[in-house]
């Protein structure tokens, strides 16, 4: 291996370089903090490290990144749904269907963000070829209405052709 023995012992009894002491040092300091709070991201856990050991943020953060250390979340959780029923699904119009220009092919989606003041929901109509949101509606309220004022809003902004779904009645 082109390696000289007194080389090769000297390696071996060589001390780590001042990188890598430092490092290890971290290492020792985010697991202390991660241990003692595991939900703190990578800047409450360097604010810790920080006060015994002077580091920067992106040091903290890669040697999170290589030990696997991520900050424990705590979710709140809301049922929005009950799959338990009888009813039939209704089939999936759009599988298979190649979507080729703008306005062609609307999909809407609910999503419910908490907050302070309770649960809102946003109403969303995306255009599928361009990926634009064409129309929205928000409320504290989770009705039909919601649904239908972010459809309307999309039709009125981008008066889309007459179709299928899209009829003068």
């Keep these: 291996?082109?390696?000289?023995?007194?080389?090769?012992?000297?390696?071996?009894?060589?001390?780590?370089?001042?990188r890598v002491r430092e490092d290890t040092a971290t290492r020792q300091e985010i697991i202390?903090?991660?241990?003692?709070?595991?939900?703190?991201?990578?800047?409450?856990?360097?604010?810790d490290v920080r006060e015994k050991i002077t580091c920067?943020?992106?040091?903290?953060?890669?040697l999170?990144?290589?030990?696997?250390?991520?900050?424990?979340?705590k979710r709140k959780y809301k049922a929005t749904t009950n799959?338990?029923?009888?009813?039939?699904?209704?089939p999936n119009l759009l599988k298979g269907l190649k979507v080729i220009a703008p306005n062609q092919v609307w999909v809407g989606d609910i999503s419910y963000?908490?907050?302070d003041e309770g649960w809102l929901y946003l109403?969303?109509?995306?255009?599928?070829?361009?990926?634009?949101?064409?129309?929205?509606?928000?409320?504290?309220?989770?009705t039909t209405k919601?649904?239908?004022?972010?459809?309307?809003?999309?039709?009125?902004?981008?008066?889309p052709n007459k179709g299928p779904f899209l009829s003068s009645g």
């Design 1 to 18: 291996m082109d390696i000289s023995r007194p080389g090769y012992y000297a390696w071996l009894t060589r001390k780590p370089v001042k």
């Design 83 to 90: 799959s338990h029923h009888n009813h039939a699904v209704a």
């Design 64 to 73: 999170m990144r290589e030990m696997g250390i991520k900050s424990l979340r």
């Design 146 to 159: 919601l649904a239908q004022s972010a459809l309307i809003q999309a039709i009125l902004r981008y008066k």
């Design 32 to 47: 202390r903090s991660h241990a003692a709070s595991p939900t703190y991201g990578v800047d409450n856990i360097h604010a």
């Design 123 to 142: 109403a969303i109509v995306k255009d599928r070829f361009t990926r634009e949101i064409v129309g929205y509606a928000a409320s504290d309220r989770i």
């Design 56 to 62: 920067g943020r992106n040091r903290v953060h890669r």
């Design 113 to 115: 963000i908490h907050t």
